[in-house]
Nanobody
Framework: QVELVESGGGSVQAGESLKLSCVTSGYIFGTCDMYWYRQTPEKERELVSSISSDGPITYSDSVKGRFIASQDKAKNTMYLQMNSLEIEDTAVYFC????????????????????RGQGTQVTISS
């Protein structure tokens, strides 16, 4: 089964930038919708951005204009460039796959839904 591994989190001050990466151990971008979520203990999980398997990218209103999601298919890597960070952006960010598609791994077609990384902590201070 494909694994997703996030990196790039850290502690920065408000107004600064971070770039998160999500590396997949196999190629899934062509058939799976991909998501960036974030979660804090106080709030429900929030969908920050999505990249559908056929290309369109969406953002939540809270990050629109500040965050940019992208994929490098040659590197099996998805990115989230986060600019003008705010204290409210503090959360654990994780990437996930979903949609109705399937990917081929281990001689089997497996559903995209359910793939998720372990997350990376992003902490913004004033």
């Amino acid at each position: 089964q494909v694994e997703l591994v996030e990196s790039g989190g850290g502690s920065v001050q408000a107004g600064e930038s971070l770039k998160l990466s999500c590396v997949t151990s196999g190629y899934i971008f062509g058939t799976c919708d991909m998501y960036w979520y974030r979660q804090t203990p106080e709030k429900e999980r929030e969908l920050v951005s999505s990249i559908s398997s056929d290309g369109p990218i969406t953002y939540s209103d809270s990050v629109k204009g500040r965050f940019i999601a992208s994929q490098d298919k040659a590197k099996n890597t998805m990115y989230l460039q986060m600019n003008s960070l705010e204290i409210e952006d503090t959360a654990v960010y994780f990437c996930a796959a979903g949609g109705d598609g399937a990917y081929y791994s281990g001689h089997l077609y497996r559903p995209c839904a359910g793939l998720r990384g372990q997350g990376t902590q992003v902490t913004i201070s004033s």
